[in-house]
Each structure stands twice: as structure tokens, then as C-alpha cells.
């Protein structure tokens, strides 16, 4: 199937942006059904936003003590009780220990 250049609106910003056919070509050997609803600066700022940077609001940070070798640490998740929490250092040891 023979693809051709389109042109689509961006759902965020109104602008227009060309879908090329090497774009469709693409998406469909992915097996993507929908075209791209949004432009590639917006499909970007949105991706950054999901990846926690980018202009985006700073990632929260709470205390804890470290589970292994009681050093006050910052992990990027709530503690619950009950549960370990390790600083880094110990983590990537524990984690390394695994394999």
C-alpha cells in the first residue's frame, strides 16, 4: 500500500504538522491504527512531562533511613510501614547480589 504526505492538526496546539508517508509506513508496521494526535513539539513536551523532566514540576522527594545500614537517605516514593527502604548504595548492592 502506497502511502502519501498528510496533514493533521495538533490536538494540543491547533498547529498544523505533515504525517509523512515514511511516518505511516512506520506506525503501521508497529501496528499503530491511530494517526498521531499530536504534533511532533507537543508528542516531545508531553513525553518529557511523563519522564519527570522537562520543565515539569520537580519530583517529590520524602526522608527515610536506610533499611541495611541506617543512613538517613531521600527515595522518590513514599515509605509505608513494614516495608524496607534502602539508600542507593545498598540497593544496587542488594541488587547486584541477585544476579
Do not use: H, I
Amino acid at each position: 500500500m502506497a502511502f502519501e504526505d498528510k496533514t493533521l492538526t495538533c490536538a494540543d496546539c491547533g498547529a498544523t504538522f505533515t504525517f509523512s508517508a515514511s511516518e505511516q509506513e512506520f506506525f503501521q508496521s508497529k501496528g499503530y491504527t491511530n494517526e498521531p494526535k499530536r504534533c511532533p513539539a507537543c508528542r516531545q513536551n508531553r513525553k518529557s512531562e511523563r519522564m519527570g523532566g522537562g520543565g515539569g514540576r520537580p519530583r517529590q522527594m520524602f526522608s527515610a533511613v536506610c533499611a541495611e545500614c541506617g543512613k538517613e537517605t531521600e527515595v522518590p516514593f513514599e515509605p509505608r510501614e513494614g516495608r524496607p527502604v534502602y539508600c542507593s548504595e545498598c540497593f544496587n548492592k542488594m541488587r547486584n547480589n541477585r544476579n
